[in-house]
């Protein structure tokens, strides 16, 4: 295995996860036997603690019931260390008025004190428990010191002794078996990690292998859904989406290229065939007029593309270009009307206005002016002579709209729905006449929609539309 996919190995959320798993179980291993050795030890000492206090308490109560001799208590010691077979007690007697020992032969620790501070203990008639190491053995012993109290006085110390072996016995084997166990519980986590996250993990592994397979010639792949409804269905669901809205964006990007090469190849091929034919052999003054005359109406129109497309570009790149300032709306439109008055009267078309209300809106006027430019431009060029165009205002409590209707030729239900996509025009063979690129509504929209407004259009077909512009009046530039 080379060194860069032992790194892409260790970088994969499978092998993470089953790192994880295994690590997740290796604490739980160490809490449990933490808990279980803790359960053990504590329950062994409680055990033998009962058992020392079990013996001594019947000595105890045997010398109190009878008044042994020294020998009787030597006989008394002896049967009772030697009683238990696997559990055998060391016991030794001293008497305190003798300062002498009395102990059954086997006594772990023949030459063990009684210390000063035991021994005031044991006057005031408490016991003593402690774990006593002597030296070779593997394990402590468990001692007892309690007082023999006879009459009002303290007569003997009784020790009782338990060799651990057995209970330290039984705590390394837990500690041996755990230590052995816990190996292959990690691998066998390790294991079961990796199986678990490769299932969960393959559909973002087959989510891999189709996306690598999009290309911008094949958009048409999607990406498989197991349709579970878990969090890698949902992601898929999502990626699927986007991959739809691209491959539109796609469609669109194309079909707008071609139609903008079309746009722009119309005039220059018509500039460049009469140039040609001009060429071809003399002409008169007239007729070099009338080719310069033609020639500029297709340059006309190229810039108008141009600067169509460059405007679009322009409101394509955001809501950040804005430049928002309070003004006066009903002034502005004033304005556009009295601009657009020439053009109504030449083609025998009323433009007329409803009184415009004093509405000071925040926006970017000239940007907004272009909106209104050219819905008024739209209005009077698909309005036949002898039509109308009528502009109108209203203020509502937090936006405005602006209305601009026209007895025109109006738009089907399906041309609706498509008015303001890039390049689309109704009738090409008659917008191609009045000279429109199909970009004056798509950039409008943009506008409006950087304005946090909308458009709105009601069209019937030979009796007209309306264009509403519904803007916000206090729009906060963030
Ligand atoms: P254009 O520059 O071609 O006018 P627009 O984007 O402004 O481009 O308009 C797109 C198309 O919508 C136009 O070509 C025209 O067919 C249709 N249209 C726009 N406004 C009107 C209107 N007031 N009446 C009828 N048709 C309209």
Redesign the pocket.
Known sequence: MSSKSRIRLFNTIGVRIALWYSVSVLLMLLVLGSFLYYRLTHTLNKETDRILFDESEFIVQSIKNNSYTTNDLLKLIEIKSSSKRYLRTSIRLYDIEQSSFIGSENFFFPDLEISADKMGKMVQGEQTLEKIWVEGLRSPYRLITRPVVIGNSCKYILQVGIYMRLSYKSVENMEENFLMSAPILIILSIIGGWLISRKNLSPITKMTETARQITGSDMKRRIFSSHTGDEVDELAHTINIMLDRIEESFTKIAQFTADVSHELRTPVASLKTGIEVMLSKDRTAAEYRKLLYHSLVSLERITRTISDLMELSRSDSGSNILHLKSFNLGNTLKEIQRKFSPVSDTKNIVLSNKEFPEVEINGDKIMLRRVFA?LLD??I??TSPGGRVYISLEDRNDDVIVSIT?T????TEE?LRK?FDRC????TSR?GE?G???????ISKNIVEFHKGRIEVR?DIGVG?T?DVILPKNLINS
């Open positions: 050219n739209n209005a060029k698909y026209d025109g030729v109006g738009i041309s008015i689309f025009r109704v009738d917008s009045t429109g690129s199909g970009l004056g509504l798509s069209s539309s264009f």
